[in-house]
């Protein structure tokens, strides 16, 4: 059986891949050369997981401890800007595809490493969230893209309810992998639906001017 730091370190890994993936193929959509698209990919991949841990007290920031997820990101980078033709509306979805995957591994990792340093659960869940959308939104901003997390696509609101989903499988005592999985699947599935179904959260009736009245 696979321990439970052993499958943390593979989804790390697995987020950091699919995340630089999202960066290159934006970045070659946006027509940057190798050495902006391995900019792009590396700052997408590893843009949360830094601020998370800058924000966590004595935390290291885990890509100066083990530099495996930037060597895994440079490569996905690399072959990613020399392999897929990032044209039309198949390289949109599997950017989509990709940032769903890895708003998901990033969440609810972000969640366990916060529990696991003594973090309130509140507070973890929010770190999750920062850990699964920062980096997308720091690709977004270099690409000149207006970030997913500030349009109308449920995105942040799938990364909480991921994190909550966490939060609430701990009573039920499963072994670890099982919980980190399903709560990554409820990121990743919650995210796929709301782009299937376009769905999003309530935004003012058009037409209302907040200040009338005053």
Known sequence: MIRGLDILHL???????????SG????????????????VALVTALGG????DLLLPGKPVFWVTDPQPVIAATV??????YTFRPLGTASRRALLIA??????????LGVEKSLACGI????????????????????????NTIPMVLQREIYATASLAGGVMYLCLGPLHLIPA?????AIL?????RLLALRLNLALPKPPEGRDSAEGL
């Open 11 to 21: 989804f790390g890994l697995l987020g950091s891949a699919v995340f630089a993936f």
């Open 76 to 81: 996905v980078a690399v072959l990613t800007f």
């Open 120 to 143: 309130s659960p509140l507070i973890s869940v929010m770190m999750g969230t920062i850990t699964g959308v920062v980096g997308g939104i720091i690709r977004d901003i270099l690409c």
């Open 49 to 52: 997981g830094t601020l998370r």
């Open 178 to 182: 099982e919980r980190t999985v399903i």
């Open 186 to 190: 409820t990121v990743f599935l919650l």
């Open 24 to 39: 290159a193929l934006e970045a070659g959509r946006k027509k940057m050369d190798v050495f902006g698209a391995i900019v």
């Open 99 to 108: 940032d769903a995957a890895g708003l998901a591994f990033f969440t609810v």
